[in-house]
């Protein structure tokens, strides 16, 4: 069987000669080369012709954000951003993500992580999906800024957008929902699978990027029309009957937060007057509430093979046939204004 071909890019030595060790514990990759900073990258991934890039953020020289530029305007290939990701830095990978990345590993401790094995199964998983993803790279979108929609009244929301995602996420929700339209009557609930440091800063890129003010959502909130919410990382976040925010620990969860539990709590609260959208990321999470929300009479929609980086969560959704339409990404937002429409009229 053909190996993985990777290049690893990282200012520290000893990060370089750890990941390569890690990648090349698994059977099916292989390391062809390093590289100390994106300048060298860009040279290497025009000699090379490399599967999969491994990619820090802060270098000299060349730091990821321009490497990453250039790589995916000349030579696009899958790259896995694997970097010291702070609170202060996520800013900077949300765009990475949306100039194309294809997902990111945080390093355990730093820039130079002496315990970076304890994400070793990430960076060999998320190296293995973004290989699996080559022939479906994202097309980049220009961003604008946008002035978001102020709901004149504040009431409960009538109807829910549920949203669930996970891989190839921040990039995929922008491009659907800068083009949904804001209803003074309809809630956005959006569950992300991504880490906590990382979630207030997508909730403030799709408040700049999309017309729907999105909060970070927080427990007790009320779900208004005309918002969108966004569960914070490392927390389930779930609908009350009284039409609030629940924010809870629960590990007989593999994801936090889950759609799982978003999805379950919408069927029971909102539906029939909901609609559930099960987006690109890997494993089954999402599918079985998706299933629940169609049974309970909800409109419910599955990213399509075509469009999806990873088809792994709407995969899952078809399989058990818990999706009434199976659409593109570039279909959804249409879909989802014509069943809003639909929901107003009835």
């Known amino acids: 069987m053909e190996k993985i071909k990777v290049l690893v890019v990282d200012d520290s030595a000893f990060m370089r000669k750890a990941i390569r060790e890690i990648l090349e514990g698994d059977p099916s990759i292989k390391v062809i080369d390093t590289a100390r900073n994106g300048k060298e ?13 491994t990619l820090d953020i802060n270098m000299p020289v060349m730091d990821g954000k321009e490497a990453l530029k250039i790589i995916m305007r000349e030579h696009p290939c899958p790259v896995v951003i694997v970097s010291s990701l702070t609170k202060e830095e996520a800013p900077i990978t949300m765009e990475l993500l949306d100039m194309g990345a294809f997902d990111y590993v945080p390093k355990p401790s730093g820039t130079i992580s002496l315990d970076i094995h304890k994400v070793a199964s990430d960076i060999i998983s998320k190296v293995k999906e973004a290989y699996k993803s080559r022939n ?62 990382f979630t207030p800063s997508l909730a403030k890129r799709l408040s700049e990027y999309t017309p729907i003010e999105f909060f970070h959502a927080a427990h007790g909130q009320s779900i208004l029309g005309g918002y969108g919410y966004l569960a914070p990382g490392g927390w389930h976040m779930k609908v009350t009957p009284d039409k609030k925010i629940k924010l809870f620990k629960n590990d007989s969860y593999i994801y936090y937060p889950s759609v799982d539990v978003l999805f379950h709590s919408i ?23 998706l299933l629940e929300m169609k049974k309970k009479g909800c409109i419910t929609i599955a990213e399509s093979e075509e469009t999806a980086v990873v088809y792994g969560m709407p995969a899952a959704a078809k399989e058990i046939g818990a999706a009434k339409e199976i659409l593109p990404a570039y279909r959804i937002a249409f879909a989802i204004k014509k069943y809003l429409r639909s929901l107003n009229e009835g």
């Open 41 to 53: 990258a860009v040279e290497k991934i025009k000699e090379l012709n490399p599967d999969v890039v």
């Open 136 to 197: 479906r790279l994202r097309r980049i979108s220009l961003r604008t800024l946008r002035t978001n929609f102020k709901p004149s009244k504040r009431g409960l929301a009538k109807y829910a957008v549920a949203i669930g995602i996970s891989t190839g996420g921040p990039a995929t929700l922008i491009d659907i929902l800068q083009d949904c339209e804001v209803q003074e009557n309809t809630a956005y609930l959006v569950v992300q699978h991504m880490p906590p440091q």
């Open 267 to 289: 069927a029971q609260v909102f539906c029939p007057n909901a609609i559930g959208v099960l987006l690109t990321g890997i494993g089954t999470d999402g599918a079985k509430g």
